[in-house]
């Protein structure tokens, strides 16, 4: 695999993270708490528009106030950067939008900031309850892959 060093934090990152053109990791280019729930909410309104029930200055507001980690399993945005997580054709850069109750849709109070292994976890079958067991043990398995690099 092919590295180059992010112009921003000065990691060796392969070289598939950076976009066309760009000196600064996917990482760095998303570190912006705003910028990230920006992005989210455009990526919500093309692929689930029907179940969008709130506004982009709502959403972007509630993003912006949460911790910047998973809320299942306590993941942080700087681990998430350190493991580098492929997901589809890129990386992992952003926190999924998971609805606390998924027939509620994507509404202010049924909204929580996830992992995307967490959300996939949760899916439409476990409640939040279940996800607070059950997120340690991914945490555990984050922390494992972080130590054996470091």
Sequence with gaps: MQVREC????????????????????????EDMEKRAKARFADKQKGAKQRLHIGKNEF?????????????????????????????????????????????????GNLALSCFVCNMAKGNALTVQEMRIIGPAILEVWHTRLDATN
């Design 7 to 30: 112009r921003s934090c000065g990691d060796l990152t392969p070289e598939d993270a950076f976009r066309k053109g760009r000196a600064d990791c996917v990482w760095c280019q998303y």
């Design 60 to 108: 972007v507001s509630w993003y912006t106030d949460q911790s910047d980690e998973c809320a299942y399993c306590g993941l942080t945005y700087s681990e998430l950067k350190e493991l580098k997580l492929k997901k589809g054709k890129g990386y992992f850069v952003s926190w999924d939008i998971d609805c606390v109750e998924p027939k509620k849709g994507y509404a202010l």
